[in-house]
């Protein structure tokens, strides 16, 4: 079993920023590739970013392409999301989520080929 705790949510004015943790326990770290996705009220939970076990691969959503950056420190068991030039549309609750993907270099963006969940952090973004 995985166990991810995230942290850093809050409320910031749009063009502010925030940085996420997600710590994981459980596991080797090393073992998976890690994925930040977003929730809005009424809407599906979707790919923010997410990286592999090595950090060497990323993917983004187009939407947050240039303002935000995933990042990992396997030696702290801890994934970040760097989020810069926040906008309203980023509002939404943030859920890191763990893909058990040992040697691959792979970066995963859908949600059904995540296995363990965080339980996520709000962020609010005002105008």
């Known amino acids: 079993q995985v166990q991810l705790v995230e942290s850093g949510g809050g409320l910031v004015q749009a063009g502010g920023s925030l940085r996420l943790s997600c710590t994981a326990s459980g596991r080797t770290f090393s073992d998976y590739a890690m994925g930040w996705f977003r929730q809005a009220p009424g809407k599906e939970r979707e790919v923010a970013a997410s990286?592999?076990?090595?950090?060497?691969?990323?993917y983004y959503a187009d939407s947050v392409k240039g303002r935000f950056t995933i990042s990992r420190d396997n030696a702290k068991n801890t994934v970040y999301l760097q989020m810069n030039s926040l906008k309203p549309e980023d509002t939404a609750v943030y859920y890191c989520?763990?893909?058990?993907?040992?040697?691959?270099?792979?970066?995963?963006?859908?949600?059904?080929?995540?296995?363990?969940w965080g339980q996520g952090t709000q962020v609010t973004v005002s105008s």
């Open positions: 990286i592999s076990w090595s950090g060497r691969g990323t």
């Open positions: 989520a763990a893909h058990v993907t040992p040697n691959s270099e792979r970066a995963y963006y859908r949600t059904d080929q995540y296995e363990y």
